[in-house]
């Protein structure tokens, strides 16, 4: 991997597609981090901490590469739902977030030249109040499984979201916007970047 190189430290198929959009090449290597919350944490502090350690774990193994660290937090109050553990978690979590508006926090982070710069985004997200036979079917399709409060906005749970306030591309799990700002602010434009590749 050569000096100047981009890795998103994620293993996520969405964050790829979306990191995609702004035409520039990447690799994709997850990082393993822990993810549990520090006690008194805010939802807003542990998803960009999350995401600069993420950024920062494979800073060492790969030096002189561009670094991408991105991490979804779903707020419930001052309560942080990441991925469920199983059904009965899921169902914790879509019971209480159906019929509410809550907010979506999502962290990104670039690490560049020994220097991580972070952005949070938070969006606010309405669903509908779900059954217990409409959970279990949407875990049926695999979908709640790897995503923060069990639902996946670009996915079958399109149909239960009735508002949505902020970043798209924030609650899938990748501020475009924040990100390619970042990136400019290191020195890669994706704009300049992707159109020079196109020509």
Request: proline fraction near 5%.
């Amino acid at each position: 991997m050569t000096n100047g190189s981009l890795i998103l430290a994620s293993a996520s198929p969405q964050r790829a597609r979306l990191l995609e959009q702004l035409g520039l090449a990447f690799t994709a290597i997850p990082a393993d981090i822990d993810e549990t919350p520090r006690p008194g944490e805010t939802p807003e502090a542990l998803a960009e901490r999350l995401a600069r350690t993420k950024a920062e774990a494979l800073s060492a193994a790969y030096p002189g590469a561009r670094i991408l660290g991105s991490d979804t937090v779903v707020a419930f109050g001052d309560e942080a739902f990441g991925k469920p553990r199983d059904l009965a978690d899921a169902k914790r979590m879509l019971s209480a977030l159906g019929g509410t508006t809550h907010r979506v926090i999502t962290g990104v982070a670039l690490f560049a030249e020994g220097v991580t710069e972070t952005a949070a985004v938070v969006s606010e997200v309405s669903l509908d109040v779900l059954s217990e036979a409409a959970i279990e079917a949407y875990w049926a399709t695999g979908e709640p499984q790897g995503a923060a409060g069990a639902y996946a906005i670009q996915g079958h749970a399109g149909q239960f979201v009735s508002y949505l306030s902020g970043s798209f591309s924030a609650v899938m799990g990748l501020p475009v916007y924040e990100t390619a700002v970042l990136l400019r602010a290191s020195g890669l434009d994706p704009l300049l970047t992707a159109g020079r590749a196109a020509i």
